[in-house]
């Protein structure tokens, strides 16, 4: 049975930075890629960042470049989103989710978990 399980999010001020973490159980991270979505109130859900499995290729979304990296510690099966130099724009419910990277990049992934908050704010 596939299940993710967030953790790692809470409220930080601008600037700030957290590191969630998605552990994984019932697959492994060598066959399926890992997502990272956020969704703020009142938006649509959008695709943050992913990481692939084969080469550990990793995507970003323009409003993240620069500051999130995702990583994989295949050892635990865990994904990591490390999160840097926080805006309060990036204040959101942030899920990660699994599947082929297909659907991942087409934002369409069949496996998700429960989500984590993630709130910037002074």
């Known amino acids: 049975q596939v299940q993710l399980v967030e953790s790692g999010g809470g409220l930080v001020q601008p600037g700030g930075s957290l590191r969630l973490s998605c552990a994984a159980s019932g697959f492994t991270l060598d066959y399926y890629a890992i997502g990272w979505f956020s969704q703020a109130p009142g938006k649509e859900r959008e695709g943050v960042s992913c990481i692939s499995p084969s080469d550990g290729s990793t995507y970003y979304a323009d409003s993240v470049k620069g500051r999130f990296t995702i990583s994989r510690d295949n050892a635990k099966n865990t994904v990591y989103l490390q999160m840097n130099s926080l805006k309060p724009e990036d204040t959101a419910v942030y899920y990660c989710?699994?599947?082929?990277?297909?659907?991942?990049?087409?934002?369409?992934?069949?496996?998700w978990g429960q989500g984590t908050q993630v709130t910037v704010s002074s």
């Open positions: 989710a699994t599947d082929y990277i297909g659907a991942i990049v087409a934002g369409a992934p069949r496996y």
